[in-house]
């Protein structure tokens, strides 16, 4: 059988932004028959064989497919049934139906981390919400991805959402529509006299560092002194995306290690292309997620960038999704990452050198405002 596999570095995308990355592995067509193994043992095998973390004997021992995984107590692993592979994979498109909104996940259900305009948005629903029922289940119960199948759906449906705010219960029916996913803003500011350029990334999505390295380039070309990198709320996406964007301003050294026990350590290093020499601070917060947190470690233990914000999540592990027999799917953690400092970021995040945060209930974004003032200090 052909697999295809997706390989992911992000905290998912619900209703959103879900971006997939394919490689095929190489493979003939049997000239002779061959015994078609179950489901059940095509996942038992997976996690024996390729797990990021050793599979107890007594879970690979359970009779089916969702015991195994719910003992796992991993977010990120799932099984997806073909309608659910069918409905994620409509999520590499720029547009999608859905209503608007990023999570991760929480002790209590799935937090909002991000909220572009769009029918989330207008219904109510705010950033640092907590969602503990989706349609009817416990989101506490449901791996990212089948949240994600839940609130996805078609066009001119409704989800319902309820909420946690403040210690408050809040109940939403969100209509589902067409939305469109920008990946990159980019703007000139003037500060301090000059000019500096602002590139918003909002998910590593495929060719997301073709147009941050277009917009940097352009705006160098206007006159921008120097960047702002804004990683905030930013959920995360695929792994080659988060080497390629830190490449555009790396011009060697490693940017990520992964390593999984089943997997020999494999080192990723910047692979050229640098768009810009000029200063770079890049902004994070506590919604800042695996891919981001890629970037934002590797620029800044390489001295390039002066890290600006919040901790970041801290997701430090990677996913593939695996074709099954039966056109189902296994989405499967595989291995943890590092930092090119070693640093393992699991729960802890990546620091910032300096503290900011943007207060919602003022029209500055201060967090912002301390990225310019940092760019525009005297040297030396």
Excluded: C
């Amino acid at each position: 059988m052909r697999r295809t596999l997706i390989l992911l570095a992000a905290g998912l995308v619900l209703a959103g932004p879900f971006v997939l990355g394919y490689r095929l592995s190489a493979g003939s067509r049997a000239t002779t028959p061959v015994a078609i193994p179950s489901v059940v043992d095509e996942v038992r095998s997976a996690l024996a064989d390729r797990y990021f973390r050793p599979v107890p004997e007594r879970v690979l021992e359970l009779r089916s497919v969702n015991q195994m995984i719910s003992a796992l107590r991993d977010p990120y692993t799932a099984y997806l049934t073909p309608p659910d592979y069918r409905l994620v994979r409509q999520e590499t498109a720029s547009t999608y139906t859905g209503i608007g909104i990023s999570v991760l996940p929480s002790r209590h259900g799935y937090v909002v981390v991000s909220l572009p305009r769009g029918p989330a948005q207008r219904a109510g629903v705010h950033v640092g919400d907590t969602i503990v029922r989706i349609g009817g289940r416990a989101a506490g119960k449901l791996s990212m991805t089948h949240a994600l199948t839940r609130i996805l759906g078609p066009r001119g449906t409704t989800v319902h959402l309820v909420v946690v705010r403040s210690g408050h219960t809040l109940d939403f029916r969100v209509r589902r529509e067409l939305i469109q996913a920008p990946v990159v803003q980019a703007r000139l500011l003037s500060y301090a006299g000059e000019r500096w350029g602002d590139v918003r990334l909002s998910g590593f999505r495929v060719g997301a560092a073709v147009v941050v390295g277009r917009e940097v380039r352009r705006l160098e070309r206007q006159g921008a002194r120097g960047f702002v990198l804004d990683l905030r709320q930013n959920p995360g996406g695929l792994l080659d995306q988060a080497v390629a964007v830190s490449s555009l301003f790396l011009d060697r050294g490693v940017v990520v290690s992964l390593a999984g026990r089943h997997e020999p350590r494999k080192v990723l290093r910047a692979v050229g292309g640098v768009a810009t020499r000029l200063p770079l601070v890049v902004l994070v917060d506590r919604f800042s997620t695996s891919s981001a947190e890629i970037v934002a470690a590797a620029l800044r233990d390489h001295h390039r960038a002066t890290l600006i914000g919040e901790r970041t999540f801290g997701k430090a592990v990677v996913q593939t999704i695996d074709l099954l027999h039966n056109g189902a799917a296994l989405e499967l953690t595989v291995a943890r990452y590092y930092t090119p400092s070693g640093a393992d970021i699991s729960h802890v995040g990546v620091a910032p050198q300096i503290h900011a945060v943007d207060n919602e209930h003022t029209t500055q974004d201060e967090a912002l405002a301390t990225a310019l003032r940092v760019l525009a200090r005297p040297v030396g």
